[in-house]
């Protein structure tokens, strides 16, 4: 039996591309869809597009995780082993592992003919959004081996959002997240590691849902399909490249430049969630303190009870 991916019973979180209701398309880390569902068969239908590194999905099924690789590009059907075939009942959730390093779209599940969906409980009512980097993302999360020590080469076989402080945060908190986080991305467009030789930064994908220019055209974010009590806003690592100005001259014109962006980035978001509580933080990767300092004097400055 196919589960087309307009069917009701099924749940999605995250920024989605719906504008084909049987394809909806998942961009960022954290993405999902879950099923409740009766039957020992379970295959899911996806189609994707990478740009570099391997691509994976992640899947919980009944409490087991697994990594399913997806090809370059195109068309595939995974078959998920459903191995606890004496529970009548089984509970799946298919997420986006990675960043925008690949787009991909949900086209349904198949479960066995004489299977039934079921309904899901319902969605946590507090609800956090992220705006981060790599760390946000959960990139190399599951490098375990490498605690403590530089990121690995790797392929994209270790970043799982799953594992990121992020939905961890959001899962111990019993929350929604929405997760606007992208490997490499600084504050302002022209630094930061995110789309050589261009470099976009969060300024000019905050608001979006497409934003990867090597993928899709980029298209706007609807704020008022999801309304977050907390924001957390972890920018500032990849910011000092090429140049660590705010390292050098904390001072010079280049750092009073960021921080006057910092705040009106802060300043947007706020105008789109008057009562949301924002967080401000760097991550925990090696950066001089002079971008925490920033980060603080901003927050100062603003000197708005609910940004901290």
């Known amino acids: 039996m196919i589960i087309q991916p307009d069917n009701n019973k099924l749940q999605y979180s995250g920024r989605i591309d719906f504008s084909n209701s049987k394809a909806p398309v998942f961009v960022f880390p954290c993405t999902s869809v879950g099923m409740c569902f009766t039957g020992n068969i379970l295959k899911v239908y996806v189609k994707n597009r990478k740009v570099y590194w391997d691509n994976y999905l992640g899947c919980i099924l009944d409490g087991e995780q697994t990594a399913l690789l997806l090809p370059d590009k195109g068309e595939v059907t995974l078959e998920i082993p459903v191995k606890n075939i004496g529970k009548e009942e089984h509970e799946v959730l298919l997420f986006k592992r990675q960043d925008s390093c690949h787009e991909v779209s949900f086209c349904g599940f198949e479960i066995a003919d004489c299977g039934r969906v079921l309904e899901m409980k319902k969605k946590p009512v507090r609800k956090i959004e992220v705006y981060g980097d790599s760390v946000s993302a959960g990139e190399v999360s599951e490098a375990t081996e490498y605690t403590g020590q530089e990121d690995p080469d790797h392929n994209g076989e270790y970043s799982n959002s799953w594992y990121s402080y992020a939905w961890m945060t959001a899962r111990k908190l019993n929350a929604q997240i ?5 490997g490499g991305i600084a504050l302002m467009d022209g ?9 976009i930064g969060m300024e000019s994908i905050w608001d979006k849902v497409h934003y990867n220019p090597e993928l899709s055209k ?9 309304t977050p009590h907390i ?6 690592q990849n910011d000092s490249n090429p140049e660590d100005y705010m390292k050098e001259n904390y001072n010079c014109q280049k750092a009073v430049v960021w921080r006057k ?11 789109q969630y008057p009562k949301a509580h924002i967080v401000c933080c760097t991550t925990l990767l090696n950066h001089d303190k002079a971008w925490d300092k920033s980060v603080g004097q901003v927050c100062k400055e603003i000197d708005d009870g609910n940004i901290t």
């Not at 929405?178 to 992208?182: V, W, Y």
């Not at 980029?218 to 999801?226: D, G, L, R, S």
């Not at 962006?261 to 105008?271: E, N, P, T, V």
């Open 191 to 199: 630094t930061g590691w995110f789309c050589d030789p261009v470099f």
């Open 178 to 182: 929405h997760n606007i986080a992208q």
């Open 261 to 271: 962006h910092y705040k009106a980035f802060l300043k947007k978001i706020r105008r």
């Open 231 to 236: 924001v957390i806003v972890a920018i500032g």
């Open 218 to 226: 980029a298209t706007q974010w609807n704020f008022t399909e999801y």
